[in-house]
């Protein structure tokens, strides 16, 4: 709902009928089939669990992938994410369908984790991602070109199949800017409360600039991913919470508020594919740090609409955001080039366009 409704909403304007196939694991994602429905689009539940290993359950999910296709035999498939990429487009293959793209929005836990089991695992992944999109027409959408790159290398994809594509989008107007709050220096990082999000670093950020006098504010917007294996637990809020570094909003909807209330933001992500809240963050006008890592960097002009720091560094993280908070001049500059970077990268119409065009090369001939 969030990064592709509008691309479904074209393309069924365009003349196509839509089919929406997911998982249903919360209240969030009840709400969202029944908007999915109310705009007429059907909707098919499949079994696919984000965080799943067993083996017997992950091959039902291909199976149920496979019947879904052959039932709709649809004219095209569009997989968003690692787990649909790898399943859809094996049974989309299996099942004799071509016209597949595959949406990689950052290569995420599969190939971050080190692990002996998680080398194994990834290997896997590979293999069957070579399989499942070594169709002539199958094209992938990438985020960013580091993650094009290196999947590219590794052989799952030729680099004549790649497409890249900044981000999801944004709806300016609903992100308008508005001047900066006054009082105390707000800082908010939201995103799903992840370690791999760096959760953990700005965590540790706001005690070190606690520890250092200054007057901040650390905002933390997000709610843990139970499905997610790096997902913070429960305990940890409950400690954060009762020690006050940072105040915890939970879930929110409201994000062009919070952004507007807030001076900085900032996500220390390890890795991703574009990330949505950095693209907001410009759209909002507001001065940004990051991480130096793939996606991260790509979603900012570098000491000019935000400032990187190295990954899993909370020290460089704290340093950098004192030095915005310190220099108002430069964090107001830096946020006004921020939606300059907005209106000429990520508005939502040229995102938009840009996956109806892949479309359009995959259903010409």
């Known amino acids: 709902m969030s990064h592709r409704f509008h691309i479904a909403k074209k393309a069924c304007d365009a003349g196509f009928k839509i089919h929406v196939a997911s998982s249903i694991t919360t209240e969030v994602d009840q709400e969202a089939v029944s908007i999915i429905k109310e705009c007429g689009f059907e909707y098919h539940e499949l079994p696919i669990k984000r965080g799943g290993e067993n083996p017997i359950h992950e091959a039902y999910s291909i199976v149920c992938c496979y019947r879904l296709i052959k039932v709709l035999s649809p004219v095209l498939i ?13 049974a989309a293959r299996v099942a004799g369908k071509n016209n597949i793209v595959a ?41 960013n070109p580091d993650d094009k790159d290196f999947l590219s290398e590794i052989g799952v994809l030729t680099p004549q199949q790649a497409r890249l594509i900044r981000g999801s989008g944004v709806i300016l107007d609903k992100y308008p800017v508005v001047p900066e709050p006054k009082g105390n220096p707000t800082v908010v990082m939201a995103a799903r409360l992840l370690k791999d999000k760096g959760v953990l670093e700005f965590v540790n950020a706001a005690r070190l600039l606690k520890q250092r006098g200054l007057s901040v ?37 409201d994000i062009a508020a919070q952004y507007a209330a ?21 759209a909002c006008g507001r001065a940004v740090v990051t991480t130096d890592v793939p996606g991260c960097r790509d979603a900012i002009t570098p ?63």
């Open 78 to 90: 569009h997989l968003v994410t690692i787990k649909p990429a790898l399943y859809g487009s094996i």
């Open 103 to 143: 949406a990689i929005a950052g290569l995420g836990t599969i190939f971050l984790a080190q692990s002996f089991f998680a080398k194994i695992r990834k290997a896997l992944v590979v293999r069957m991602l070579k399989f499942g999109l070594s169709g002539k027409h199958s094209l992938v959408i990438f985020q």
């Open 217 to 253: 504010e650390m905002r933390l917007i997000g709610s843990p991913d139970p499905g997610n294996p790096t997902s913070v637990t429960q305990q940890e809020l409950d400690q954060w919470a009762a020690e006050g570094a940072v105040e915890l909003l939970g879930y929110r909807k």
């Open 262 to 282: 807030a001076n900085i933001i900032c996500l220390p992500s390890y890795r991703e594919g574009l990330p949505k809240s950095l693209v907001e963050a410009a």
């Open 303 to 365: 000491d000019v609409t935000g400032l990187l720091v190295p990954v899993k560094d909370a020290v460089a993280l704290a340093d950098a955001i004192q030095a915005l908070i310190e220099d108002p001049e430069l964090r107001n500059k830096m946020g006004l080039a921020g939606r300059v970077l907005a209106v000429e990268a990520f508005a939502i119409e040229k995102i938009v366009e840009q996956h109806m065009d892949i479309y359009q090369e995959l259903l010409e001939p």
